[in-house]
């Protein structure tokens, strides 16, 4: 199948399937024009590496990921269930200080409001902030 039927098969724009090629995760056969062809297995390939993408795993680590993948589902080699473990832990990891950065920013908008709520409002002139204290 050309790549214009790929896409149109699986929802995939014809530029993210080169952009799949580009990184080494589709691998059309060439016709002798140059044109990309496909074969029959192409859309499950396309439906793994969009599912391995929505799982957050960069174009790298599906990379290697990809040949292990089994079946019509998710079910992956447990050959390859440490480099996954690893990518959940520094998920985990990311999350962590996202949680802790968005403490941070809560806390600031916090004190900010209540100190905005505290304050008598002066009229705003020009180039002058409004709140008598700032």
Partial sequence: MKIGELAAVTGVSVRLLRYYEEQDLL????????HRSYGPDAPLAVRRIRALLEAGLPTRVIREVLPCVEGDGLFVHPCVGDRLRDQLRGMEERIAELEQSRAGLAAILA???????????????????????T
């Fill in 27 to 34: 691998t059309p056969v060439r016709t002798p024009g140059g």
């Fill in 111 to 133: 004190v900010t409001e209540q100190a905005a709520c505290d304050e008598p409002l002066a009229p705003a002139g020009r180039g002058e902030l409004v709140g008598a204290g």
